[in-house]
């Protein structure tokens, strides 16, 4: 079971991550979406596409663009599609 932590909470749990670059893509089912919000922020890829990012919060505590995911990835990177990585402290184990 892999494990996502931030600020002594898991925000995501799985044995079905996928692994692209060293980073665990978990399904969005397998995150807890009430400590995600929205960011406007997106990054760009040259093999992946477009990136999307959500802030985390945990216990008022916000982790600005701490998480990501490709909604309409290339094809090369189609098999994480809408799946959740993340960063920025964020412990992923």
Not at 10 to 19: H, L, P
Not at 22 to 51: E, I, M, Q
Not at 64 to 75: F, N, R, S, T, V
């Amino acid at each position: 079971m892999v494990q996502a932590v931030w600020n002594g909470k898991v925000i995501a749990d799985s044995d079905d991550t996928i692994v692209v670059e060293g980073n665990h893509y978990f399904p969005r089912a397998a995150v807890d979406a009430a400590l995600l919000s929205d960011s406007a922020t997106t990054s760009l890829c040259p093999w992946k596409g477009v990136a999307h990012y959500h802030h985390v919060t945990v216990d008022g505590r916000v982790n600005e663009d701490a998480a990501w995911y490709y909604p309409d990835p290339k094809e090369a990177a189609a098999a994480i599609a809408d799946r959740i990585a993340f960063w920025k402290g964020v412990t992923v184990g």
